[in-house]
């Protein structure tokens, strides 16, 4: 296949024939990125485990022995879990897509291809710790004798939100770290923060009524919700709060889009 650079393609104009041109490419990419993430370790692969193992007794510790946070008839370590199921993934894509552009940068100034591939190859490489966080669910779940819902039907699609928030959120903080390098200091801010701003460690009905509409801007909110209706059976957010969440992704993502083919014109010359 041979690849022409038009200088007067349409900033929306995506060539998915030439992503998908690319596929081999941005496999390859996420296995490097794979190969190298536990090289040179001590323990390797384990840390894979470690980490959302030690998340986990701080959570118990601090939100199930201390806060004294009410799951009801839930298990909190499974409560807990469902929620670090879906924020491993996102926290993932959001700190590695949000610098791939800048990592990538050897590569970028040297050869042509759609660099949207870039992003797209973190959020492959994420699916590691989403499976991890899986394995550690489904563990927990028969360790306690908790049986997932009937809901479970619905999970495709709420995964499939997930990846489409991370992949949204990933490609607009690499676009932004291009022409604001601070970006790639202020990424780990916000996933510490966010993690407190998130259902993940407690349920959302802890949050008063009154801050439940400023809540449910945060559309990772009402996604970990989702996630813990369909494998708990626990309530969902209200219809107009779910609604915010699409919207805001749906946003997020065609902006993304918008501007990171914006600053691809001058993403070799400037990154």
Same mark, same amino acid.
């Given at each position: 296949? &041979? ?9 929306? %104009? ?10 081999? #490419? ?13 090289? +040179? ?14 998340? #986990?007794?701080? *959570? ?16 909190? !370590?499974?409560?807990?879990?469902? @929620? ?18 800048? @990592?990538? +940068?050897? #590569?970028?100034?040297?050869?042509? *291809?759609?660099? =949207?591939?870039?992003?797209? %190859?973190?959020?492959?490489?994420? *699916? ?20 997932? %819902? ?5 999970? !495709? ?7 489409? #928030?991370?992949?949204?959120?990933? /490609?607009? =903080? ?5 022409? *604001?390098?601070? /970006? +790639? ?13 998130? !259902? ?8 008063? !009524? ?51 083919? &914006? ?9």
């Amino acid at each position: 296949m &041979r690849t022409i650079i038009a200088a007067n393609r349409s900033t929306w %104009s995506i060539n998915f024939k030439e992503i998908v041109h690319y596929r081999e #490419l941005m496999w390859m990419l996420a296995y490097k990125d794979y190969r190298i993430r536990y090289a +040179q370790t001590i323990l390797g692969f384990t840390w894979a485990f470690i980490q959302p193992l030690f998340t #986990l007794i701080i *959570f118990i510790l601090v939100f199930n022995k201390a806060a004294k946070v009410d799951t009801g008839t839930i298990p909190y !370590p499974v409560f807990a879990m469902t @929620g670090m199921w879906a924020w491993s993934y996102f926290s993932y894509v959001m700190v590695q897509a949000g610098s791939s552009i800048i @990592g990538s +940068q050897s #590569l970028i100034s040297k050869v042509y *291809f759609p660099r =949207l591939i870039i992003p797209l %190859s973190k959020s492959i490489v994420g *699916f590691i710790d989403f499976i991890i966080a899986f394995v550690m669910l489904v563990i927990l779940m028969v360790y306690f004798g908790y049986a997932p %819902s009937i809901n479970i039907l619905a999970l !495709p699609l709420i995964i499939l939100a997930v990846v489409a #928030l991370s992949l949204a959120v990933g /490609i607009w =903080l690499s676009a932004l770290s291009i022409r *604001f390098r601070d /970006i +790639q200091y202020i990424i780990p801010f916000m996933v510490q923060i966010g993690l407190y701003v998130t !259902p993940v460690a407690y349920p959302s009905s802890r949050i008063p !009524p009154e801050y439940l509409t400023l809540y449910y801007l945060n559309p990772m909110a009402a996604v970990i919700d989702g996630f813990r209706w369909a494998v708990l059976d626990t309530p969902l957010p209200e219809i107009k709060f779910l609604t915010y969440s699409c919207i805001i992704t749906i946003a997020l993502f065609i902006s993304g889009i918008y501007y990171f083919k &914006r600053v691809e014109r001058v993403m070799a010359d400037i990154v």
